[in-house]
């Protein structure tokens, strides 16, 4: 493949189940006339040669052949559960693939299929810096939150009377929170011997925050965020962004 610019070396996971909390089927939902799952798949194909699609899910399963160079993994129902952490599924394609190639990655790259905004340099960029900055474990990307418990987090006592989450600290204005970061689940890489260690946590001793910007990594996970990434996609702001990157 004449695209492919991650190393032969390294391996992109795409993983996505049947079932879904937050948003009934948001893996098939269609964004910009093709499936949020069959779109990341798409751009995994760009980035590398080395793709594994994990899924419990034989709709997707099914339309994910029609893309070539796909290593399509049947997930079992165990590892499909909602209280499924993703590292074991991360895991159980690790070990698919070296049973299967006798190889094992140097780095794996999750990508999730809810972030549509996602671009690939972003994902090349992050990748390179986990790479060059070899004291890391993994990588998270994020973004600069504007919410903080400190500030305007609160909770209900009895369903009515507000309380702060965190009365100790109190912040009094967004100016205050220039170092406030959200995991937005757009990019997620590890290097092999951290994934493999029996540990779920994505926060590790030496975890690399790659930060993206808020335009390219909203997560889908409601209808309201599904109908925000299609009002950014039409938008000029965001097709402006693009074109200057």
């Given at each position: 493949?004449?695209?492919?610019?991650?190393?032969?070396?390294?391996l992109?996971?795409?993983?996505?189940?049947?079932?879904?909390?937050g948003?009934?089927?948001k893996?098939?939902l269609?964004?910009d006339?093709?499936?949020?799952?069959?779109?990341?798949?798409?751009?995994?194909?760009?980035?590398?040669?080395?793709?594994?699609?994990?899924?419990d899910?034989?709709?997707m399963?099914?339309?994910?052949?029609?893309l070539?160079?796909?290593?399509v993994?049947?997930?079992p129902k165990?590892?499909?559960?909602?209280?499924?952490?993703k590292?074991?599924?991360?895991?159980?394609?690790?070990?698919?693939?070296?049973?299967e190639f006798?190889?094992?990655?140097?780095?794996?790259?999750?990508?999730?299929t809810?972030?549509?905004?996602?671009?690939?340099?972003?994902?090349?960029?992050?990748?390179?810096?986990?790479?060059?900055?070899r004291?890391?474990q993994?990588?998270?990307?994020?973004?600069?939150?504007?919410?903080h418990?400190?500030?305007n987090?609160?909770?209900?006592?009895?369903?009515?009377?507000?309380?702060?989450?965190?009365p100790?600290?109190t912040?009094?204005?967004?100016?205050?929170?220039?170092?406030?970061?959200?995991?937005?689940?757009s990019i997620?890489?590890?290097k092999?011997?951290?994934?493999?260690?029996q540990?779920n946590?994505?926060?590790?001793?030496?975890?690399?925050?790659?930060?993206t910007?808020?335009l390219?990594?909203?997560?889908?996970?409601?209808?309201?965020?599904?109908?925000?990434c299609?009002?950014?996609f039409?938008?000029?702001?965001?097709?402006?962004?693009?074109?200057s990157?």
């Amino acid at each position: 493949m004449e695209n492919v610019v991650i190393s032969d070396n390294d391996l992109v996971v795409v993983a996505a189940r049947k079932g879904s909390v937050g948003m009934a089927g948001k893996n098939k939902l269609i964004f910009d006339n093709t499936p949020l799952y069959l779109r990341t798949l798409k751009q995994a194909l760009r980035i590398s040669k080395n793709v594994i699609f994990s899924s419990d899910d034989e709709e997707m399963i099914e339309g994910s052949t029609n893309l070539k160079n796909i290593i399509v993994l049947k997930r079992p129902k165990k590892l499909s559960e909602a209280e499924t952490p993703k590292l074991p599924v991360l895991r159980h394609a690790l070990d698919f693939y070296y049973k299967e190639f006798g190889l094992k990655p140097d780095y794996l790259i999750d990508l999730q299929t809810t972030s549509p905004l996602r671009l690939d340099r972003e994902i090349l960029d992050s990748y390179n810096q986990l790479r060059n900055m070899r004291e890391y474990q993994n990588l998270i990307s994020i973004t600069k939150s504007i919410y903080h418990p400190s500030y305007n987090q609160v909770s209900l006592k009895d369903d009515t009377k507000a309380k702060l989450l965190d009365p100790n600290k109190t912040i009094t204005g967004r100016e205050m929170l220039s170092n406030n970061y959200l995991i937005n689940g757009s990019i997620f890489i590890w290097k092999y011997s951290e994934i493999m260690k029996q540990k779920n946590g994505l926060i590790r001793k030496m975890t690399l925050g790659y930060e993206t910007n808020e335009l390219t990594s909203v997560d889908i996970d409601t209808e309201l965020d599904f109908i925000f990434c299609e009002t950014i996609f039409n938008s000029s702001l965001y097709k402006n962004f693009i074109s200057s990157q």
